[in-house]
């Protein structure tokens, strides 16, 4: 059997658990629940009997001159010191075009790598090499359908594909100029 001392420690666990167990909820008191106020939302927007009517206006052009080049402009120039009545004195000016320079054109360059006569073959090795992470395209002229790689600004780049590609494909490409509006 056990020991009074066993049975006296074991009493005194046990009241002490249930002192620090229903203990507090006993001197704590009325609890407060709060409740949170929800506005509740409505399903369907209670619409006003009168409706709003829009008016369509008609679409209004501007007449703005466009000038022609090379063009004769004239602006009111004010010069320091003059007052409103010498305001009016023009000061022509003559706007010349520019023309437009693409610097890409002089310095892109391509693989031409070979020309097939069957296009279905030609457009399988542009697949083929677009898998392979290569910029390839084809390019129909009369009865023959071009494979190309590129274009790409730097010409050393296209130089070590055309040793990859010669390995690929068994075909020697050509390295040319890119001229965009002829690729």
Do not use: C
Not at 167 to 175: Q, V
């Amino acid at each position: 059997m056990a020991s009074k001392f066993q049975s006296r420690l074991v009493g005194t666990i046990i009241l002490v658990a249930v002192g620090i167990i229903v203990l507090p909820d006993l001197l704590d008191g009325e609890k407060l629940h709060y409740k949170e106020e929800v506005a509740s939302i409505p399903i369907k927007p209670e619409l006003d009997s009168e409706m709003e009517v829009f008016e369509l206006l008609d679409p209004v052009e501007d007449e703005i001159a466009l000038p022609e080049s090379p063009v004769d402009v004239v602006l009111n120039v004010a010069q320091e010191g003059d007052n409103e009545s010498n305001r009016d004195d023009p000061l022509p000016i003559k706007v010349k075009p520019v023309a437009e320079k693409n610097d890409y054109q002089d310095s892109a360059w391509i693989i031409q790598l070979m020309a097939l006569k069957n296009e279905e073959n030609a457009n399988t090795l542009v697949k083929d090499l677009q898998k392979r992470g290569y910029q390839a395209h084809t390019k129909k002229e009369n009865d023959f359908t071009r494979v190309i790689i590129g274009p790409d600004v730097s010409k050393s780049k296209l130089e070590q594909q055309l040793v990859e590609l010669d390995k690929i494909t068994g075909s020697n490409g050509r390295l040319l100029k890119f001229k965009p509006l002829n690729p």
